[in-house]
């Protein structure tokens, strides 16, 4: 059986092409199964997992925590707000605690970029990282190719814009991993205070007008302004950002050809995009969040084949 070349998810940049096609492959798997009448797979019931989240997440942790049960894992949910971190105790600490109630994998979410990369040299658990910081979030970037693949077929030279806040974004920098391993052109659009210097080196274009890279691009994945992220003002005003890099429905229909339209969410309405772009018909921001249970499933039935096999 076709395996993974890592026991451990800690971002895109650890991965093959080969790992993000076996991934997609068993996520097809596993979509069919979340369409049936009878939603579950018994793949996992002698797996534990511990989704620990050091930060705020709607979409993540509830899209783990729904495949976990999909896949009949035991689960056990940690948020750092109603635990012993807020007394003083390390992450080291907080994890070989858990896991000595004989976890075997743990989802986690954290504010401090590497956390998992860390704690992975520190711990056997196979560690899944669900957002480390302005670092990775791979899951993310793998349910955006998914969804991508499932619209348009192969990645291959396909154009790909990732629009807005890239400097403070996770979800930009697994995403551009993820599509240049899958053969996609990628630019980064947005405001040049929110593109870090050096970003043309990972290979992609930049571009600072937005209708230019809409002109330009098959999808037009609208990043979240990440104001948490901000300790000081990158734009002179949210209503400068929105005439600039704001899509709305008028400039969607005049480009000359149909793009698809994703966000990652959580949506600014009327910020990123209007209302009646995330609702249009080229909007697939429902569907990354569906595909999201369908990736998550097979990133731990993957991961847990190989402790089983350790
Ligand atoms: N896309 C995403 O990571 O959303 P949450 O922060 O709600 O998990």
Redesign the pocket.
């Known amino acids: 059986m076709a395996e993974l070349s890592t026991n451990h998810l800690l971002g895109i940049k650890y991965i093959t092409a080969a790992d993000i096609e076996l991934i997609f492959k068993t996520a097809d798997q596993f979509k069919e199964v979340i369409n049936r009448p009878i939603k579950k797979v018994p793949s996992l019931r002698d797996i534990t997992i511990a989704n620990l989240f050091f930060e705020?997440?709607?979409?993540?942790?509830l899209s783990f925590e729904l495949a976990e049960k999909r896949l009949s894992a035991d689960v056990i949910n940690f948020t750092a707000g109603s635990s012993s971190v807020k007394k003083g105790e390390t992450l080291i600490d907080t994890v070989n605690n858990i896991l000595s109630m004989k976890v075997d994998m743990v989802v986690m979410r954290h504010p401090n970029p590497g956390a998992g990369i860390l704690l992975s040299k520190h711990i056997k658990a196979s560690i899944v990282n669900a957002?480390d910081g302005a670092h990775e979030?791979p899951t993310?970037a793998l349910l955006d190719c998914f969804s991508i693949r499932e619209k348009l077929g192969d990645l291959h030279g396909k154009k790909i814009v990732l629009v807005g806040d890239i400097l403070h974004s996770r979800?930009a920098l697994s995403n551009i991993f993820a599509l240049k391993k899958l053969g996609a052109e990628v630019k980064v659009c947005g405001p040049a205070t929110l593109l870090p210097k050096h970003i043309g080196q990972l290979g992609v274009g930049v571009e600072t007008n937005l209708r230019k890279a809409l002109e330009w691009c098959d999808v037009a994945n609208m990043l979240r302004v990440q104001n948490e992220r901000m300790n000081m003002s990158f734009f002179p005003s949210t209503r400068e950002y929105v005439l600039q890099y704001g899509l709305n429905k008028k400039i969607l229909d005049s480009l000359p050809k149909e793009i698809l339209v994703m966000h990652?969410?959580?949506i600014n309405r009327g910020v990123e995009i209007t209302s009646d772009v995330a609702d249009s018909k080229q909007s697939i921001i429902l569907q990354q969040v569906e595909n999201g249970v369908a990736i998550r499933m097979a990133v731990m039935y993957l991961l847990a084949s190989k402790l089983k096999h350790a």
Do not use: A, L, Y
């Open positions: 705020n997440s709607t979409r993540t942790k957002g979030h993310q979800v990652p969410g959580p």
